[in-house]
Nanobody
């Protein structure tokens, strides 16, 4: 239902762009978000965006990361700039999707994509 891509290995100070596309019987997607989980740590919210484009960010990524979405493509993006080693984690996309089949609102998680920031 959610397919993420764009992770990889990047040097400190570099950039990466993550994408996550939703598929299936979609009537509307409400909030879409990116979370991350580093080894030995709890999963944390990185950034979220509502259907109309309101955003919020974790303090640790403000000014460096930008979340955006293309509602026509049912896709959310995370542009990550000025990456730091502490940004290393598995990144997961998340979305609240209302089904066009039965009208139910369900929260979905995508499979994670690894981001490694290292020299």
């Amino acid at each position: 239902q959610l397919q993420a891509s764009g992770g990889g290995l990047v040097q400190p100070g570099g950039s990466l762009r993550l994408s996550c596309a939703a598929s299936g019987s979609i009537f509307v997607i409400n909030t879409m978000a990116w979370y991350r989980q580093a080894p030995g740590k709890r999963r944390e919210l990185v950034a979220a965006i509502t259907h109309v484009g309101s955003t919020n960010y974790a303090d640790s990524v403000k000014g460096r990361f930008t979340i955006s979405r293309d509602n026509a493509k049912n896709t959310v993006y995370l542009q990550m700039n000025s990456l730091k080693p502490e940004d290393t984690a598995v990144y997961y996309c998340n979305a609240d999707i209302r089904s066009s089949y039965n009208g139910r609102l369900v929260n979905y998680w995508g499979k994670g994509t690894q981001v490694t920031v290292s020299s």
